[in-house]
């Protein structure tokens, strides 16, 4: 069961303890309802933080890796988004593959925690309930939020 034994995505602690966490959202352009829900989604867990974020658009998934190589030098917290939905080719294996190790390799290679909002699905329904969308039974934008910025204050904490 999808979000079966998910971590509490609280992120009031970040306002209430005033820190001061950079955020840059790079989000990907294709299937635009089921990016406007991660975005929305996203937003909201940064308001909530207390935080002002910076969005970038690139036009797919593949390319979030480079956007957010580049953005993980000036920004405490990135949080990539993108939607990849199966279809009779192995492009979506291609693509899964490419973001997520490219993701991978730019936060262990900078230090800079990502959000990982990148939706995998096999059909654009499983998409849709993912969104945070009205009727959405998660909101994975909100989520990948919370992971990168509770990311940043563990570590803070921990003094690093």
């Known amino acids: 069961m999808s979000g079966h034994g ?25 299937h635009t309802e089921i990016m406007d829900g991660l975005i929305n989604g996203a937003l909201r867990a940064v308001e909530d933080a207390g935080l002002l974020p910076k969005l970038i658009r690139v036009p797919g998934s593949f390319e979030l890796p480079v956007a957010a190589a580049r953005l993980a030098p000036h ?16 492009h979506f294996d291609y693509v ?27 059909t654009e329904q499983q998409g849709l309930d993912r969104a945070g969308l009205p009727g ?7 989520e990948a939020v919370a992971a ?9 904490g921990a003094g690093v």
């Open 136 to 142: 959405s039974s998660e909101d994975k934008g909100y």
């Open 75 to 90: 920004f405490d917290a990135v949080v990539a988004l993108g939607v990849v939905i199966r279809g009779g080719t192995p």
């Open 96 to 122: 899964c593959s490419a973001a997520t190790t490219g993701l991978t390799d730019v936060s262990v290679r900078t230090g800079t925690p990502i959000g990982f909002g990148v939706l995998t699905c096999d």
């Open 148 to 156: 990168a910025v509770n990311t940043v204050a563990a570590l803070r």
């Open 6 to 30: 998910a971590p509490d995505n609280d992120v009031s602690s970040i306002k209430a303890k005033g820190l001061d966490i950079r955020v840059a959202i790079v989000a990907a352009s294709w």
